[in-house]
């Protein structure tokens, strides 16, 4: 992809949050937290999934939605 988001969307208005999967091979965890660490907004959280890759929801799918819910409350 020919996008850039640590230099096209510095600073949201809205809550944010990363779901990261520490064994992804297509989103790397170490841009998606250095980019976590400079993007600004009102609040902002990264849920780190030990056991993950990019599918999350099917890796882990207890603790996704555990995680989910704890987000909402």
């Known amino acids: ?3 850039d988001l ?3 969307l510095k600073k949201v208005e809205c809550p944010i ?3 990261v ?3 992804d091979i297509q989103t790397s965890t170490r841009i998606t937290t250095e980019y976590f ?3 600004k907004a ?3 959280d990264l849920f780190l999934f030990e056991n993950s890759g990019h599918q999350i929801h099917k890796d ?5 939605q555990n995680t989910i819910l704890q987000v909402l409350k």
Not at 60 to 64: A, Q, T, V, W
């Open 17 to 19: 949050y990363f779901f």
């Open 1 to 3: 992809m020919n996008i």
């Open 60 to 64: 882990e799918p207890e603790k996704f």
């Open 42 to 44: 009102p609040k902002k």
């Open 6 to 8: 640590p230099k096209t």
């Open 37 to 39: 660490r400079k993007v």
């Open 21 to 23: 999967g520490k064994n």
